[in-house]
């Protein structure tokens, strides 16, 4: 039953209006970037200081570092919604460990070291849990996910029996408050992160495997690919740029409360991805659009705030850039 | 067309129907007459235009052109749902019912008994009992569908079409999922249905089950009817014959581009296979592959020979059935492991399971090879630039470069672009299923000649192709299948082409007794 003839006419239409629409689908965050900028120059009092740069990169940093791990799973066609409930996980446990309610600590910076990397190690469990659900069970990623979205938030509560935790740990805040060459080192961290990223989206066997298992998930196994173990890595990989995520966060704060550690922090990294041009249905990746994607939607919400527009109304605004965004490349899809 | 019924008597009359898809004629000059109270057999290859025919019939598609007169009235209808409420309706292959609603809630959806504003739920379900007990089934009809097996919630879609006092009713290959014993059901359903006056068109791929239930037929190829005929009066080989075109005389000179085959290159034994069986497809399959054969698959839709390449590449698990590569034995869990063994495949499928579509032509052809072009995880550029420059040159792939998207290009560059795929990993055995289908004239010859230079080169080919000639002219040896199982091996080219037919048709190499 295959009498579906294949409508290369329509095709050819679309190519044609392809060019206006694809155009702005490349380059349309870009340009909202811009836009924002120059307005901001303008009308915007202190804009262009070194101070205003460093606010929105920091807000910005966590909310970009989960979107890197979101955008290599919304290339498998897949979604992460667990994200911000990982994120609460690793900042309840962190502390734990450095401030010694788990095991006595004798050196910090062992300690911190030990408490770093078990964190993130424990979300990126948590991420392979997800992708093991996808994968041996093929369950719908957004049900599997929705899972630990519940779930995560529950554990931390549990972990810390809804305490909240405050500390002043130098050794262990650096990563949310240091400033080598006057750079935060969250910036440092996630410049690292989208670099690396691209790098191996670009250039490696993973990253082509991703997009191969997004664009066409049968033919990919029929190439031999390991769709399975794909799958596994990318949640696995979300989980561990979640883990981060919420260490930046609680090192910022100085504290860290289960009960809003990365909270909404899954629909503001999905947000960024939609916006950065990543194709919900998979199979095309753009992490610097991703990038770009998440320094409009913070600069847009800093831009109304700094003019006076009250916080609900730019929540608005917000979403009703997301539409277009999304609007925009389905037009480009035709 | 023969044996043309009485006009005034028929209750469906279509008669030249055109219809084209952006500009492409699915349907060039199609007709069908259904009698009231008939089973009628509408049959063809894929792409012959029955899906699209009924489509037109039941309102999914406008048709160009062409009338339809249904009950001697013109039949005009907008949607599926209109034609059912007029008289027609469509029970798919697919059921597409609700599973989790009652069956109550199925069989009356759309139709609803009300009393006083409020659903009439007491009156809805003694409907619904009536309508089934006229198939003698007695169930629950209170419980959801889901609860029962695909033959029973095929007979609930039956019941919901009569209960529309349907005049035709229209089965989408309605054995396709079904067992022998649910068959039968379906069977004394249908023929209950004759007696009631209800007309059926059946279509099936399989010819014993339309010799047992149908009264005539209707053939169509190339989006045209071929033949119409009393079923008693068309023998199968005829029948498979009208399907494939070939009721021409013997064909005349080469109609592929495969040439003389110089049969000395063809090497020592590179594959076997014994008693492959997996599920209802393929039930016992065995064959072998020279180095530097081409092996056919001659066979009808549904015959096993797309299931039967699936578990050589072990895209599918088999449930028996031993396989020797290169004299060592192969036991295939996943297609990596057959990649790895030195096979390639061609998928039928290209769009859903051959091209990544939105991925350039460059990473379409390396898709499989990432592992060969790459160190430590990190592809090797300048590697993967001269490799696919030389298949796009080698192949003449017609693309504006190696950074081409390719979905933009025609099928027949895009098939070369999975020929390319497998090619590069210099493979010793490669699966082509339909490797011609749905592409030009030109690129067609050009595979083919392609396949053959391939072979010559020593490749092992296993191709499957509804096309006979293709088969014939191409193909040293022929295997054909029928309901998967290997019925027939033919030396190709050599082979007499009523053999083929008459193996597809009814299994022996024997001439049929006409």
């Given at each position: 039953m295959s009498d579906l003839a294949t409508p290369s006419a329509a095709n050819d239409a679309g190519n044609r209006r392809f060019d206006v629409f694809g155009f702005l689908a490349r380059y349309g965050t870009v340009i909202a970037l811009v836009l924002l900028v120059v307005f901001n120059l303008a009308?915007?009092?202190?804009?262009?200081?070194l101070q205003t740069l460093n606010v929105n990169l920091t807000q910005v940093c966590t909310i970009v570092i989960v979107a890197v791990g979101m955008t290599l799973v919304i290339a498998t066609g897949g979604i992460d919604l667990s994200v911000g409930s990982l994120m609460a996980i690793s900042g309840a446990l962190a502390p734990m460990i450095f401030m010694g309610t788990i095991f006595p600590v004798g050196n910090i910076y062992l300690a911190v070291a030990v408490a770093m990397v078990a964190s993130i190690l424990v979300a990126g469990l948590f991420g392979l849990f997800n992708g093991w659900l996808v994968s041996?069970?093929?369950?719908q990623p957004i049900v599997a996910t929705l899972v630990l979205f519940i779930a995560g938030r529950g554990i931390a509560q549990v972990m810390t029996n809804g305490n909240l935790q405050t500390f002043r740990v130098p050794q262990f805040q650096w990563i949310g408050l240091a400033r080598p060459l006057g750079i935060p080192a969250q910036v440092i961290i996630m410049a690292v992160l989208v670099a690396a990223a691209a790098w191996a989206l670009h250039r490696t066997v993973f990253g082509r495997s991703i997009l191969a298992v997004g664009g066409n998930e049968k033919a990919s196994e029929l190439a031999g690919i390991a769709v399975s173990r794909i799958k596994l890595a990318v949640y696995a990989i979300s989980g561990l740029c979640a883990g981060l995520a919420g260490l930046v966060v609680i090192a910022i704060n100085s504290s860290s409360d289960a009960n809003l550690v990365g909270l909404g922090m899954e629909l503001d990294a999905i947000a960024a991805v939609a916006v950065g041009g990543t194709?919900?249905?998979?199979?095309?990746?753009?992490i610097i659009g991703t990038l770009l994607g998440a320094l409009t939607i913070q600069l847009v919400r800093y831009t109304l705030l700094a003019n006076g527009v009250p916080d609900a109304a730019a929540l608005v605004v917000k979403a009703g850039i997301i539409a277009f965004a999304v609007w925009l490349q389905q037009q480009h899809r035709v | 067309m023969t044996a043309q019924p009485d006009q005034a008597a028929l209750l469906l009359d279509m008669r030249d129907i055109q219809k084209r898809f952006a500009g492409i004629p699915a349907l060039a000059d199609a007709s069908l007459q259904v009698l009231p109270g008939e089973i009628h057999a509408l049959i063809g290859q894929n792409g012959a235009g029955k899906s699209t025919l009924i489509k037109v019939l039941t309102g999914y598609y406008r048709r160009d052109a062409g009338q339809v007169l249904f009950e001697r009235k013109p039949f005009e209808v907008g949607s599926p749902h209109q034609a059912q409420v007029s008289g027609i309706s469509t029970i798919y292959q697919e059921i597409n019912?609700?599973?989790?609603?009652?069956v109550t809630e199925n069989i009356c959806l759309g139709r609803e008994k009300r009393r006083r504003g409020l659903l009439d739920w007491s009156a809805m379900h003694a409907e619904a009992e009536r309508l089934l007990s006229r198939f003698s089934i007695g169930i629950?009809?209170?419980?959801?569908?889901?609860?029962?097996n695909t033959a029973t919630q095929q007979m609930v879609a039956i019941a919901r079409a009569i209960g529309f006092s349907a005049r035709l009713v229209i089965m989408d290959?309605?054995?396709?999922?079904?067992?022998e014993r649910e068959v039968s059901v379906l069977f004394s359903v249908i023929r209950q249905l004759k007696a009631d006056g209800v007309s059926v068109l059946f279509v099936s791929h399989k010819l014993d089950e339309l010799y047992e239930v149908c009264d005539r037929v209707t053939i169509m190829r190339d989006g045209r009817t071929v033949r119409s005929a009393a079923m008693s009066d068309i023998g199968k080989l005829e029948l498979v014959a009208a399907m494939l075109g070939r009721d021409v005389a013997a064909v005349e000179g080469?109609?592929?581009?495969?040439?003389?085959?110089?049969?000395?290159?063809i090497g020592d034994v590179l594959f076997t296979a014994q008693g492959l069986a997996a599920g209802q497809l393929v039930r016992d399959v065995s064959f072998d592959l020279r180095r530097g054969e081409i092996a056919g698959f001659a066979g009808?839709?549904?015959?096993?020979r797309t299931e039967t390449a699936r578990l050589v590449f072990g895209a599918d698990r088999r449930s028996a059935g031993e396989m020797t590569m290169e004299g060592a034995s192969y036991h295939p869990a996943r297609a990596a492991d057959a990649i790895a063994a030195g096979m390639g495949f061609c998928t039928e499928d290209r769009k859903a399971e051959g091209i990544?579509?939105?991925?350039t032509v460059a990473e379409n052809i390396t898709l499989a090879l990432l592992p060969k072009i790459s160190r430590n995880g990190i592809l090797n550029e300048a590697r993967q630039k001269e490799i696919v420059e030389r298949f796009i040159r080698e192949l003449d792939i017609k693309c504006s470069?190696?950074?081409?998207?390719?979905?933009?290009?025609s099928g027949g560059n895009q098939q070369k672009v999975l020929l390319a795929r497998w090619l590069a990993m210099n493979p010793k055995l490669l699966i082509l299923d339909?490797?011609?289908?749905?592409?030009?004239v030109g690129a067609k010859a050009e595979i083919q000649r392609l396949i053959r230079k391939l072979a010559d080169d020593g490749l092992g080919v296993l191709m499957i192709s509804s096309e006979l000639e293709e088969v014939m002219e191409g193909a040293d040896r022929i295997f054909v299948l029928r309901e998967g199982v290997r019925v027939a091996e033919l030396e190709g080219q050599a082979a007499d082409e009523e053999d083929v037919l008459a193996a597809m048709a009814h299994g022996g190499a024997a001439k049929e007794a006409a």
């Amino acid at each position: 039953m295959s009498d579906l003839a294949t409508p290369s006419a329509a095709n050819d239409a679309g190519n044609r209006r392809f060019d206006v629409f694809g155009f702005l689908a490349r380059y349309g965050t870009v340009i909202a970037l811009v836009l924002l900028v120059v307005f901001n120059l303008a009308y915007t009092r202190n804009f262009a200081t070194l101070q205003t740069l460093n606010v929105n990169l920091t807000q910005v940093c966590t909310i970009v570092i989960v979107a890197v791990g979101m955008t290599l799973v919304i290339a498998t066609g897949g979604i992460d919604l667990s994200v911000g409930s990982l994120m609460a996980i690793s900042g309840a446990l962190a502390p734990m460990i450095f401030m010694g309610t788990i095991f006595p600590v004798g050196n910090i910076y062992l300690a911190v070291a030990v408490a770093m990397v078990a964190s993130i190690l424990v979300a990126g469990l948590f991420g392979l849990f997800n992708g093991w659900l996808v994968s041996r069970f093929r369950i719908q990623p957004i049900v599997a996910t929705l899972v630990l979205f519940i779930a995560g938030r529950g554990i931390a509560q549990v972990m810390t029996n809804g305490n909240l935790q405050t500390f002043r740990v130098p050794q262990f805040q650096w990563i949310g408050l240091a400033r080598p060459l006057g750079i935060p080192a969250q910036v440092i961290i996630m410049a690292v992160l989208v670099a690396a990223a691209a790098w191996a989206l670009h250039r490696t066997v993973f990253g082509r495997s991703i997009l191969a298992v997004g664009g066409n998930e049968k033919a990919s196994e029929l190439a031999g690919i390991a769709v399975s173990r794909i799958k596994l890595a990318v949640y696995a990989i979300s989980g561990l740029c979640a883990g981060l995520a919420g260490l930046v966060v609680i090192a910022i704060n100085s504290s860290s409360d289960a009960n809003l550690v990365g909270l909404g922090m899954e629909l503001d990294a999905i947000a960024a991805v939609a916006v950065g041009g990543t194709l919900l249905s998979g199979g095309k990746a753009a992490i610097i659009g991703t990038l770009l994607g998440a320094l409009t939607i913070q600069l847009v919400r800093y831009t109304l705030l700094a003019n006076g527009v009250p916080d609900a109304a730019a929540l608005v605004v917000k979403a009703g850039i997301i539409a277009f965004a999304v609007w925009l490349q389905q037009q480009h899809r035709v | 067309m023969t044996a043309q019924p009485d006009q005034a008597a028929l209750l469906l009359d279509m008669r030249d129907i055109q219809k084209r898809f952006a500009g492409i004629p699915a349907l060039a000059d199609a007709s069908l007459q259904v009698l009231p109270g008939e089973i009628h057999a509408l049959i063809g290859q894929n792409g012959a235009g029955k899906s699209t025919l009924i489509k037109v019939l039941t309102g999914y598609y406008r048709r160009d052109a062409g009338q339809v007169l249904f009950e001697r009235k013109p039949f005009e209808v907008g949607s599926p749902h209109q034609a059912q409420v007029s008289g027609i309706s469509t029970i798919y292959q697919e059921i597409n019912l609700v599973p989790l609603r009652s069956v109550t809630e199925n069989i009356c959806l759309g139709r609803e008994k009300r009393r006083r504003g409020l659903l009439d739920w007491s009156a809805m379900h003694a409907e619904a009992e009536r309508l089934l007990s006229r198939f003698s089934i007695g169930i629950d009809v209170r419980r959801p569908l889901s609860d029962f097996n695909t033959a029973t919630q095929q007979m609930v879609a039956i019941a919901r079409a009569i209960g529309f006092s349907a005049r035709l009713v229209i089965m989408d290959e309605p054995t396709s999922s079904l067992d022998e014993r649910e068959v039968s059901v379906l069977f004394s359903v249908i023929r209950q249905l004759k007696a009631d006056g209800v007309s059926v068109l059946f279509v099936s791929h399989k010819l014993d089950e339309l010799y047992e239930v149908c009264d005539r037929v209707t053939i169509m190829r190339d989006g045209r009817t071929v033949r119409s005929a009393a079923m008693s009066d068309i023998g199968k080989l005829e029948l498979v014959a009208a399907m494939l075109g070939r009721d021409v005389a013997a064909v005349e000179g080469h109609a592929t581009a495969f040439g003389e085959r110089d049969r000395s290159r063809i090497g020592d034994v590179l594959f076997t296979a014994q008693g492959l069986a997996a599920g209802q497809l393929v039930r016992d399959v065995s064959f072998d592959l020279r180095r530097g054969e081409i092996a056919g698959f001659a066979g009808l839709l549904g015959a096993g020979r797309t299931e039967t390449a699936r578990l050589v590449f072990g895209a599918d698990r088999r449930s028996a059935g031993e396989m020797t590569m290169e004299g060592a034995s192969y036991h295939p869990a996943r297609a990596a492991d057959a990649i790895a063994a030195g096979m390639g495949f061609c998928t039928e499928d290209r769009k859903a399971e051959g091209i990544v579509p939105e991925m350039t032509v460059a990473e379409n052809i390396t898709l499989a090879l990432l592992p060969k072009i790459s160190r430590n995880g990190i592809l090797n550029e300048a590697r993967q630039k001269e490799i696919v420059e030389r298949f796009i040159r080698e192949l003449d792939i017609k693309c504006s470069g190696p950074n081409q998207k390719v979905r933009e290009l025609s099928g027949g560059n895009q098939q070369k672009v999975l020929l390319a795929r497998w090619l590069a990993m210099n493979p010793k055995l490669l699966i082509l299923d339909e490797p011609t289908r749905g592409i030009d004239v030109g690129a067609k010859a050009e595979i083919q000649r392609l396949i053959r230079k391939l072979a010559d080169d020593g490749l092992g080919v296993l191709m499957i192709s509804s096309e006979l000639e293709e088969v014939m002219e191409g193909a040293d040896r022929i295997f054909v299948l029928r309901e998967g199982v290997r019925v027939a091996e033919l030396e190709g080219q050599a082979a007499d082409e009523e053999d083929v037919l008459a193996a597809m048709a009814h299994g022996g190499a024997a001439k049929e007794a006409a």
